[in-house]
């Protein structure tokens, strides 16, 4: 039996700073047929340039038109029999083409599969570390059984990426998690890998994080909730991720409350101490991994991850109100 042929697909703008070093991870694949296409979305940088001296196709856009068309162009100028969406700024590891055919192979009825960020992320500043690590445990604590995609290292058999209309272009940032919904309405399979592990290079600010979190994620992915009617349980929104959410927003409600009267004070050390023990091997994971006094710096910016989540959920859920009032959802 012949190994099948992996399309790597690549959609990159602007990409100078990573894709060298993403690029040169894919020239050292041990996995021997494959092949590469690196889509430029119009950059206007020199990240043609520099993928120039690699052993990659590369089809440039004459317009911009975001990540989900130009992963689409791949998909469509590609030969492969498994489609590997990577993005941009991540390193594979040398065997990384042979966990996705392992992961086919010993699942025959899965339609798609992904990984999951490493535990060493290549940005060294304290954001970058957490965020990154935050993607990795959530990644590998979460069931294997999966209802979402996840198009920064993710695989999917061409023919279910085809028979289920490719990713939807004017999905803003959530093309993957949309495609994965659509994928198990067709009650196709889709399974989360997590030895297939890639390193992010991607650096992140404050307010990147916050951005990347509130508008890209959490907004536009409860506005996808509500549209397939797909109440997650897994990855960001497992049953004790949802109970956090909702102990701290007990926690500023009982602090509006203590303007009335002290008495519902004593109520939000209570809620800290049950956020706490919901959360302990998130924090026991950092201790782990970085130490003490990075796991105690991770608390702040946890805390902030759920109030802003849960802003983002009623904020998205206003939406695909109004949305469906208006008659465009």
């Not at 304290?126 to 999966?146: C, D, M, P, V, W």
């Not at 409860?222 to 397939?228: C, D, E, R, S, Y």
């Not at 797909?230 to 949802?242: A, E, F, Y």
Request: glycine share 6%; proline share 4%.
């Amino acid at each position: 039996m012949s190994l099948p042929l992996i399309s790597i697909i690549i959609p990159v703008f602007n990409g100078r700073e990573t894709i060298r070093r993403c690029l040169a991870s894919f020239s050292l694949a041990t996995y021997p047929r494959k092949e590469c296409l690196l889509v430029d979305d119009h950059s206007e940088d020199e990240t043609v340039s520099l993928a120039a001296p690699f052993n990659v196709r590369i089809i440039r856009l004459d317009e911009r038109r975001g990540a989900a068309h130009a992963r689409n162009v791949g998909a469509e100028a590609s030969r492969g029999e498994i489609l590997l969406f990577l993005d941009a700024d991540v390193e594979i590891p040398p065997d990384c083409l042979d966990r996705v055919v392992r992961g086919f192979d010993d699942h025959p009825d899965v339609a798609a599969l992904f990984g999951s960020y490493d535990d060493r992320p290549g940005s060294p500043n304290f954001i970058s570390q957490y965020k990154n690590l935050f993607h990795h445990f959530i990644h590998q604590t979460s069931g294997e059984e999966a209802s979402t995609f996840w198009s920064a290292c993710g695989a999917i058999r061409r023919e279910a990426f085809f028979r289920v209309g490719k990713f939807r272009e004017n999905c803003r940032m959530m093309e993957d998690i949309d495609l994965g919904y659509r994928l198990t309405l067709r009650n196709m399979t889709i399974r989360l890998i997590k030895d297939l592990q890639v390193k992010h290079l991607k650096h992140f600010s404050f307010w990147g994080l916050m951005k990347s979190d509130l508008c890209d994620r959490a907004i536009p992915w409860t506005i996808l909730m509500w549209k397939h009617k797909q109440p997650t349980r897994d990855l960001n929104l497992q049953p004790r991720h949802k109970a956090s959410a909702a102990v701290l927003s007990g926690c500023v409600i009982l602090a509006a409350l203590g303007f009335l009267s002290a008495s519902f004070l004593w109520g939000i050390p209570v809620l800290f101490i049950l956020f706490f023990l919901l959360n302990r091997r998130f924090y026991l994971f950092f201790a782990r991994k970085r130490g003490v006094l990075f796991a105690l710096g991770v608390v702040p910016l946890h805390c902030l991850y759920y109030f802003y989540s849960s802003l983002g959920f009623v904020v998205g859920s206003c939406r695909y109100l109004l949305q469906t009032l208006s008659g465009k959802g």
